[in-house]
């Protein structure tokens, strides 16, 4: 049934981004987006595809609430992020997590683990899939979680 969903979820993205994706030009608003929950991510964060098709590359522009965390994930592509507004806490495996303010900006090479955290207020930010988008959660070992095991609330 899950699974179902994320798929459905999915396809509803696929759908918006097939009328922008292809080589043509684009050149809107915020208030054109259509903003959407993300299969297998966190509630409290949601995208709209900007340019291109999730199953390919893809650019989103994602919101997330004050103090939403993306766990400790990694994608099979690589990946680019721009913060807009608010403060992004990136952690990448191994680093000094550091706060991203507007402007800021972080990549990910394929299968880097990291997480991101919305400090203090909702955040904004560009995300870049140079392929097709996709997030493995991992634990502290580095081992691939299901998506339902690393989302669930912590006691």
Not at 28 to 41: E, S, T, W, Y
């Amino acid at each position: 049934m899950k699974i179902g969903l994320m798929i459905l979820a999915l396809l509803s993205l696929i759908a918006t981004a097939l009328a922008q994706s292809g080589d043509m030009d684009v050149v809107q608003n915020l208030a054109a987006d259509k903003f959407q929950k993300v299969p297998g991510a966190p509630e409290c964060l949601t995208a709209a595809v900007e340019q291109g098709d999730p199953s390919k590359a893809v650019v989103f522009l994602l919101k997330a609430t004050a103090g939403c965390s993306v766990p400790w994930h990694y994608h099979t592509a690589n990946e680019q992020m721009m913060l807009v507004s608010g403060t992004g806490r990136v952690e990448m495996k191994d680093a000094k997590p550091v706060d991203l303010h507007a402007g800021g900006f972080a990549y990910a090479p394929a299968k880097h683990v990291h997480k991101f955290t919305c400090v203090g207020r909702p955040c904004e930010f560009f995300l870049s899939s140079d392929a097709a988008f996709d997030i493995h959660y991992v634990d502290e070992s580095g081992s691939e979680i299901p998506p339902e095991k690393a989302l669930a609330k912590k006691k």
